[in-house]
């Protein structure tokens, strides 16, 4: 049972590699990788319902030899939410690609991000950390350039520039770290961490690092061009899942290793750095002339609401107002990655059918295709925060804790934030009521749409009426909680 | 006085230093991808002056495993940018 | 399964399913949409029925689900509740026969309808809900249900009134949220409970308790259509006659309205509202829109307008109700959310008869229309004698009560005032129009004649409606003293709240 834990990299790494390999059957290959990727991570994650967190070493050599792995509550939940958008994402992608060529290096590349994905989720040592982002930063970004165009081009170039400086700085956390405290292993680190000057660089590097990965403002400009030239069925991994892990990183890193080195200071500046995001993500999501731009600027927004409650929980004290903020976010992340993945297909859906993108002119091609537009629609909602999404509780648990603080200033900004997000989504979705029959078939293609629409179902709506577990797995089975 | 250990953990850090400012500062997509490239080699070299641990001890295998690791990883990066780079030439030649 | 639990959800399901099912029904499928509508509409009522006679026997009923740590989402079928839900259940029959004769031919009819039982659902949710967040999560969803109903025509004024109605209710949702929001920081988590909870808290909270009054009436005056947080409503006239009808008179600013008593009355308690001196604050927004709003319908030449300035006017007679304390007042305000109902869809219907029927759309077009079209001049004109308080029609009932209810406060000074105006004012801006109807000849043709007389003067669905509401509007005046009438309810209410 505890092997499922290897399956979960071990499978898209055969699949990618296998890929290359035989291209006529790759995609075959890739969806069978991935359907045991998913099998996988939820067997992983009853395990860890039932019995706890638990350690593996890999290979059974014993600790301090062996590359561990750990899964508890928190990681079993991403595990589980990146298996089940990897799979949309992969049947979506059966269809999407027109160009043989393309689909050719797609499957193994994609694979291999998944594989990284997985083993960030799960690794227990630092070492391991660093391997799995580059392999992360390297695979996306050859994704981002595969179709070959220059603006995808150069915004590939740009993100892999920038992501090498973060896996820099990274590095150079972990390299101090070795310096410092001879291991690299977690929960060694843990115990020996003190706080002093040199631990400070350390904590300094590795954040910054991640910080450039997660695309938190200042470090978010690489963003926008990345999202919005790669390929939809790309950036809907890229938005959804790649800044995902980086912020899981850090929320893993900051509220159990480096708690120490926890004051206001920190938690003010995580969350000036995401009203900052949220202002700037909503402002530009409002005047964006293209959709998958506009989905990109809103993926900056949403990070800054995540890093805001990631002050806040650094802000609070133990107890069970901060407990119920941490479900809060991951809430929160959780929907945003159902919701961003879904709205990115839906974009690619669109962009095929009209050929391009610009808002402005999409008032037909919505028309002529009501699935795709009520997909938009859930997922707008899930971006907003209405009810009934997921995101409204984590929004609710957010505004809660910063009302409870007294900081009204930050409550303002997470409104008009929120209002922003309302004015970018309806000013898209104005453009789908027009004087245009709807069509016969209500189904377009199949297996695009419907991949499309289960992961905007699930952010409004199954999200909002079954995430009441989520509060319990974190709190028995997660060392997130204090 | 100083150590061999030493200069070459200091000559690390002062490659890594000024390879970033370089990185910043430079318009040259080749620049920064070497001024990179040079910034990871200073942090192997920090990290290897780690693992040494004497004459008589063999070093240390752990920063020696990093090291080779991170060097692999900057060699793909590398490469993956400069095919990139040249795509990106070839199609838009007044790119640099 | 227990069946008296779970009633409430399944009132919500019969117009959910039906809803959802309508929008994957080919455009075509015109009877099978049909009977999904009425069918639906008719097991509401049955249901509804069934939730009167227990509530009355004072049977719990109530639906909860945990949705995440001290979030849950309740609903609950109180006094209060089964008021707004009957009034809902039974408009929603009659504008969905209305609005099938209205769209015959028009295109989207399957999205149209869907939205159209979602929006119903919403309603009915609201009306159940048994707590403030169960409240809000539907108050947002009624606001993404007619969003598309106005903006239903496509055209480029539907869109732009849409969007208008829209920056409007979503700017009001958020005030509303962090009121509730803040609220629920300082009390924890809690249901609506008849007599209010607040008071229990100790008095230093007493100034943020003020705030946050001040945050929900705003939030919720947006739908409710308190000035000054009224500007989308005339706006959303540009949508057909069916929405304009449940918008009005059901849905959207009813609930903003049935949001105002629920704070005053199951929140906050209205004793303790008035110990912070929240009814005064109340009571100025109230009475300054019956008198703006009158004021502003008296200008209004298109017919739709003038009735939107009307509905404005008329709907903060309820928030006075709320604002005066004692029962008589209580039962005026809140009777006067069945009657105001009744009598506003009557008139939207037959505005929407004179517009499908004849194109006349203006006040100045209405010459002579009584002859033309009698039987919907009549139910107007019931109807708009109810609006200015003629007895025994509804409205004098309510404007009664409220006047009492003033004396009974010894605040009459200044609401009697209001109310006799705003009854001036309402003779001012509807006798003209019924003398018109009536009295003048018309002049010229009609703009645009589509339906011919036949043996009745237009389509029976479009017909039958505004004349059943006419009639039920009249009922519940004359039949006042009967144990059905919404009067009946509404004293049971206030029974309850006032114990």
């Not at chain 1, 059974?60 to 589980?80: P, R």
């Not at chain 1, 391991?128 to 995808?152: C, F, M, R, S």
């Not at chain 3, 055209?155 to 962090?178: H, N, P, Q, R, W």
């Amino acid at each position: 049972m505890n092997d499922s834990l290897i399956w979960l990299f071990a499978a898209p790494l055969l699949a990618s590699l296998l890929s290359v390999l035989l291209p006529r059957k790759a995609v075959l290959i890739c969806l069978f990788a991935v359907s045991i990727t998913l099998i996988s991570s939820l067997i992983v994650l009853s395990t860890v319902i039932e019995s706890g967190a638990f350690y593996y070493a890999l290979s059974g050599w014993q600790t301090g030899l062996a590359i561990s792995l750990y899964v508890d509550g928190l990681s079993a939940l991403m595990l589980v939410m990146t298996a089940i958008i990897a799979t949309a994402i992969s049947i979506y992608a059966t269809a999407y690609f027109h160009n043989a060529e393309q689909q050719r290096f797609y499957w193994p590349l994609w694979m291999m991000l998944l594989c990284a994905l997985n083993v960030l989720f799960i690794a227990a040592d630092l070492f391991n950390l660093y391997v799995g982002l580059e392999l992360l930063g390297l695979t996306a970004v050859a994704l981002t350039a595969i179709d070959g165009k220059p603006e995808a081009i150069r915004a590939a170039i740009r993100y892999l520039v920038v992501g090498l400086l973060g896996s820099l700085a990274f590095l150079a956390g972990v390299s101090l770290v070795y310096t410092a405290y001879g291991t690299l292993d977690i929960a060694a680190i843990s115990e020996q961490i003190q706080v002093n000057f040199y631990s400070g660089l350390i904590v300094t590097f590795i954040t910054i690092g991640l910080i450039i990965k997660t695309a938190l403002f200042p470090m978010h400009f690489w963003l926008p061009m990345a999202h919005a030239n790669a390929p939809a069925v790309v950036s809907a991994a890229l938005s959804a899942l790649v800044i995902k892990v980086a912020f899981y990183l850090i929320i893993r890193l900051w509220l159990e290793l480096f708690s120490d080195f926890n004051n206001v200071g920190i938690s003010y500046l995580f969350s000036t750095l995401g009203a900052l995001a949220i202002l700037w993500g909503g402002w530009n999501a409002l005047h964006a002339q293209r959709l998958k731009l506009l989905a990109a600027y809103s993926t900056i927004a949403q990070i800054g609401f995540l890093f805001m409650a990631l002050g806040m929980i650094l802000l609070l004290p133990d107890g069970e107002v901060r407990n119920t903020l941490i479900g809060g976010t991951v809430i929160l992340a959780i929907t945003h990655g159902f919701a961003k993945s879904a709205l990115f297909l839906a974009a690619g859906i669109i962009q095929q059918h009209a050929g391009h993108d610009r808002i402005n002119e999409l008032s037909g091609t919505a028309q002529r295709l009501p699935i795709t537009t009520f997909t938009l629609t859930l997922a707008g909602v899930a971006l907003i925060g209405l009810p009934p999404s997921g995101a409204f509780l984590g929004k609710w648990y957010l505004i809660s804790s910063v009302v409870a603080e007294g900081l009204w200033l930050w409550v303002a900004i997470i409104l008009i934030g929120s209002l922003l997000s309302a004015a970018y989504i309806f000013r898209l979705l104005g453009h789908a009521f027009g004087r245009i029959e709807r069509p016969k078939r209500l189904l377009a293609i199949g297996r695009e749409e419907v991949p499309a629409l289960l992961l905007a179902l699930t952010a409004t709506l199954l999200l909002a009426f079954t995430a009441a577990p989520l509060w319990s797995i974190l709190e028995n089975a997660s060392g997130v909680y204090g | 006085m100083l150590s061999t250990q030493l200069i070459y953990g200091i000559a690390g850090i002062v490659l890594f230093v000024l390879s970033l400012r370089v990185a910043f500062s430079t318009e040259l997509f080749l620049r920064q991808v070497l001024a990179i490239n040079v910034a990871g080699a200073g942090l192997f070299l920090t990290l290897l002056s780690v693992a040494f641990k004497g004459l008589e001890q063999p070093a240390d295998p752990i920063p020696q495993a990093l090291v080779l690791t991170g060097i692999v990883v900057a060699f793909s990066a590398t490469a993956l940018a400069l095919a990139l780079g040249k795509k990106l030439a070839e199609n838009s030649p007044d790119e640099r | 399964m227990n069946i008296g639990n779970s009633l409430p959800v399944f009132i919500l399901l019969s117009s959910l399913i039906p809803g959802l099912i309508i929008f994957f029904l080919r455009e075509e499928s015109r009877r099978l949409r049909t009977i999904l509508n009425i069918s639906g509409a008719l097991i509401k009522l049955f249901l509804v029925a069934m939730l009167i006679w227990g509530v009355q026997q004072e049977q719990m009923f109530e639906t909860r689900w945990s949705l995440a740590p001290g979030l849950e989402f309740v609903l609950h079928a109180d006094t209060l509740s089964v008021l707004f839900v009957t009034l809902s259940s039974i408009l929603w029959l009659v504008t969905t026969i209305y609005a099938v004769g209205y769209l015959e031919g028009a295109p989207h009819r399957s999205r149209f309808f869907g939205f159209f039982s979602l929006c119903v659902t919403a309603t009915i949710g609201i009306a159940l809900a048994g707590n403030l967040l169960t409240f809000v999560v539907f108050y947002e969803l009624l606001t993404l249900a007619t969003y598309p109903l106005v903006a239903h025509r496509g055209t480029s004024d539907s869109i732009s009134g849409a969007a208008t109605y829209l920056k409007y209710t979503i700017v009001g949702g958020a005030i509303l949220l962090l009121g509730v929001i803040w609220l629920q920081t300082l009390t924890g988590p809690f249901d609506f409970v008849q007599g209010g909870i607040l008071d229990s808290l100790p008095s230093e909270l007493h100034p943020q308790l003020k705030w946050i009054f001040v945050l929900l009436i705003v939030g919720l005056g947006v739908k409710a259509a308190l000035v000054p947080f009224h500007g989308w409503l005339p706006k959303a006239m540009i949508a057909p006659a069916p929405v304009s009808a449940l918008l009005h008179a059901v849905a959207v600013v009813k609930a903003g309205a049935f949001g105002i008593i629920r704070i005053v009355y199951d929140v906050y308690g209205v004793e303790f509202a008035y110990q912070l001196g929240l009814l005064t604050f109340l009571g100025i927004a109230a009475g300054f829109t019956i008198i703006y709003g009158s004021i502003r319908a008296l200008s209004q030449d298109s017919l739709k307008k003038r009735l939107a300035y009307s509905t404005i006017s008329q709907v903060s007679y309820i928030a006075l109700g709320a604002s005066i304390l004692g029962p008589i007042a209580t039962i005026g305000g809140v009777v006067h959310l069945v009657h105001q109902g009744i009598m506003k869809i009557t008139l939207f219907l037959a505005a929407g008869n004179y517009a499908e029927t004849l194109g006349v759309h203006k006040v100045s077009e209405m010459n002579g229309v009584g002859k033309r079209m009698p039987g919907t001049t009549l139910a107007f004109t019931i109807a708009a004698l109810g609006m200015i308080g003629l007895p025994p029609i509804a409205g004098f009932v309510s404007k009664w009560y409220l006047g009492l209810g003033a004396f009974e406060a010894d605040v009459a000074e200044w609401v009697l005032p209001v109310l006799i105006i705003s009854s001036i004012l309402n003779a001012a801006y509807f006798l003209p129009i019924i003398y018109r109807a009536w009295f003048k000849t018309k002049d010229g043709e009609w703009p645009q004649e589509s339906i011919q007389a036949g043996a009745l003067e237009t389509r029976a669905t479009l017909l039958w409606p505004p004349v059943f509401t006419a009639c039920l509007a009249l009922a519940a005046g004359v039949f006042a003293g009967s144990v059905f009438s919404p009067l009946e309810w509404a004293e049971l209410i206030a029974i309850r709240e006032y114990r």
